[in-house]
């Protein structure tokens, strides 16, 4: 699994990413009560602003961890937001993502040095 | 750029104790949530929570021109508010405009008790001790005999809930004979303490002033009922929501009047038939019918939270007005929020479009407050 400075996560399987918030984040938000998927079929670019999570104090965007198409988004989010505070890193996933490329991956924190960034903050 | 110097309330180490997430308010260092946001919503409507609010000021009036005081700068009347009660007050600029708002008990036959906005609190302070002195502001002889006491040596906790009587009635047994607005003086772990059966949550319960240097053994005592959980800010913002309560920044500024804010409670009939009010020439134009804008409640009926400064648009699209708070209710799992449109889009069941994001998503004008609230209140005889 690999880390975004925005707390973004990604896990690769093959040519495509599950991605979703890092534990850290759902934590900071605090109890997720609404959650906005980006379209399937939408092409993101890394960075772009493509999901929307809310808190009820706040909403904070989702950022792209990695480029490419939509390909699936999780549709359980909606009715069970919650799950992103229960397990954000794996049930709580948000979309998944068709890299379009690949080396973006080689500019993103492993566990390791995504801990060592949080011990900075 | 220099970093904000926040002051402290005497329980700041107590909160960080806790885990409190703290934040900046009002230029205090503020704990926003300690287990969470929707725990601690959900704790206080079937419990008991305990706030400190200890930020907000504090002050009394005493004096027999404490009531002309008043009354030169609120609508209320506060010669018959009767000892043993309290009032909500809205300080006014001369024209009118809310510069905050109070709540105003009478604990005793003489003398008034404000407790104000803590953002406010240095404005309001000042435009105090400005009328006391400002001689044309009223007739000098009875402006002469005024107190004027700004209280910082005194705490303020808020315990709201259901179950807050029962909390109370083992400290404080007295205090539980109070109906919803009353206040007194009760002995309380043998300090003197101002406790008023009102808060700011729609739930029943109690505001508490007690001297900042026991608070922390009355916030322990609290605590240590399993009825009590420590509440943050966030929660309280979502409850007052629910509750409808308007809050000083978002649905009332110099920019509002009493009128436009849908506040006119505030305003006592005496009061207006006298004339004697900031700004009078406006608000009775207003209350006559010229009136651009009026504080609503809105239901989200599907669709993301439309938070402060989301446009509310009529059915075509067009832009009524602007959401001045929005929160998902913990209550009762939908969005709601308080905004402002013309009187014409104001009425009950008025279908309108909150703009989230650029989209327009379905909502509707509602009747307040959102959760019925569960004050104690005196029966009817």
Known sequence: MKFTKDHEWVRVEGAEAFVGISLYAANALGDVVFVELPEMGK??????????VESVKAASDVYAPVSGEVVAVNDDLPNAPETINAVPEAGGWIAKIKLSDLSELDGLMDQVAYDAYLDTL | MSEEILKSTPLEDRHIALGARMVPFAGYNMPVQYEGVLAEHKWTRASAGLFDVSHMGQARITGEGAIATLEAL??????????????????????????????????????????VNAACKDQ?????????????????????????????????LALQGPKAKDV??????????????????????????????????????????FPAERVGDLWDELLSSPLVKPIGLGARDSLRLEAGMPLYGHEMDAGYTLVEANLGFAMQKSRLERGD??????????????????????????????????????????????VTSGVPSPSLGVSIAMGYVPPAFSAIGTAVQLEVRGKPYAAEIVSLPFVANGYHRQPKS
């Open chain 2, 74 to 115: 609120t609508p209320t009347d506060f010669a018959a508010l009767k000892a043993g009660r309290q009032k909500y007050a809205l300080l006014l600029a001369e024209d009118g405009g809310i510069l905050d708002d109070w709540m105003v008990s009478r604990p005793e036959a003489e003398g008034f008790f404000l407790v």
């Open chain 2, 124 to 156: 309001d302070f000042e435009i105090i001790a400005d009328a006391i002195a400002d001689d044309e502001n009223g007739p000098p002889d009875e402006l002469e005999d005024v107190e004027f006491e700004v209280l910082t040596e005194r705490a303020l």
């Open chain 2, 277 to 322: 009010i900031r700004g009078i020439d406006r608000i009775r134009a207003q209350l006559g019918g010229d009136l651009a804008r009026v504080r609503v409640a809105i239901r989200v009926l599907a669709g993301p939270p439309a938070r402060e400064g989301a446009k509310i648009l009529d059915g075509d699209g067009e832009e009524l007005g602007v």
């Open chain 2, 168 to 209: 109370m009635r083992e400290l404080c047994p007295a205090a539980c004979d109070m109906y919803f607005m009353d206040c007194g003086t009760f002995e309380l772990l043998g300090e003197t303490a101002f406790i008023s059966r009102s808060g700011y949550t729609g739930e029943d319960g109690f505001e508490i002033s």
């Open chain 1, 43 to 52: 092409t993101v670019k890394q960075g772009d602003a493509f999901a929307v």
